[in-house]
């Protein structure tokens, strides 16, 4: 089972130049990519997606590339004459089209990054793409290597959760029968203080303590939550990309626990009914995370 937050990076240093790529992800619905690349390599973008799409099925994976040339190929960049005065031309047809005022400087044309040409390039996108799928492959292991033990440590922290809801749940079984006397109890006591020396019908007590047994009894919604817990259970020792199935046990644990909770009247199992909710609401949060 894995997280869906990880971290990896892979560099090359060659004679022409330095490359790096690094890969960070956080919890998504799906997969969703955004890339930080040079403008040289933009057009793998497409060939980078659906190795990452390979590896990876769910999160926000953010790719960034860094190319350094060396100083050796850097230095011998010069200004192009026909692209700078192409451009010349066209700010002067713009200027007049917009009537702006002002003047056309130098600064205007040197600011182009296409200005700035190397007669001795011989960097390219079909040069470099080897060296670049490499350190994607090798940056992409060590992201799921990350994102592998951050989702055993969620695997352990929903181990752990699930036992409480388990020992929840016995301790609302155990407390349903003392929550029945608790109500014979007061019931009783009311009807001595409005009856005021009218003795009590044990018949009809007894008819309104079934009716409240009834209404109470929580002995179904602890059935399935417990189902629903040995479900989460083998869904986490399978592993796997199970986010999406955890989610929706978890809706459905979500709406045991509120039921428990709207049927007592006792305020110790509200209490164990709340606690119940946090440990749901707390599994929720892990979930999200998961691939």
């Not at 057009?43 to 926000?60: C, L, P, T, Y």
């Not at 790719?63 to 700010?91: C, G, K």
């Not at 793409?129 to 490499?134: A, F, G, I, T, V």
Request: hydrophobic share 35%.
């Amino acid at each position: 089972m894995n997280s869906m937050t990880g971290f990896g990076r892979a560099e090359l240093h060659k004679k022409d130049y330095k490359l790096q790529v690094e890969l960070s992800s956080v919890n998504c619905r799906f997969l969703e990519c955004t890339f930080r690349m040079p403008r040289l390599l933009a057009g793998a973008e497409s060939k980078v997606k659906q190795i990452v799409e390979s590896a990876i099925s769910r999160g926000k994976v953010t790719i960034t590339v860094n190319l350094e040339e060396s100083p050796e190929v850097s230095s011998a960049a010069a200004i192009d004459p026909d692209i700078a005065e192409a451009y010349y031309r066209q700010l002067k047809r713009l200027k007049k089209r917009l009537n702006l005022p002002g003047e056309i400087e130098l600064g205007h044309v040197v600011a182009q990054p296409e200005l700035l040409v190397n007669p001795n390039r011989t960097l390219g996108q079909d040069r470099l793409w080897p060296d670049l799928e490499r350190l994607l492959r090798k940056a992409l292991t060590e992201l799921r290597k990350m994102r592998a033990v951050e989702g055993e440590n969620l695997k352990r922290d929903m181990n752990a959760r699930l036992k409480v809801i388990v020992r929840l749940v016995a301790d609302i079984e155990k407390r349903a029968p003392l929550s029945v006397a608790a109500y014979k109890g007061r019931l009783e006591k009311r009807i001595r203080e409005l009856g005021k020396g009218v003795p009590i019908d044990p018949q009809r007590l007894a008819e309104e303590v079934t009716i409240y047994a009834d209404r109470a009894d929580v002995t179904e919604e602890c059935t399935r939550m417990r189902s629903h817990v040995g479900l989460f259970s083998l869904a986490l020792k399978d592993g796997g990309d199970v986010g999406k199935r955890l989610n929706f046990i978890l809706q459905e644990m979500g709406r045991e626990s509120n039921t428990i909770g709207s049927k007592t009247i006792d305020t110790q199992t509200s209490t164990y009914a709340i606690s119940l909710k946090e440990e749901i609401e707390k599994l929720r949060e892990q979930s999200q995370n998961i691939e």
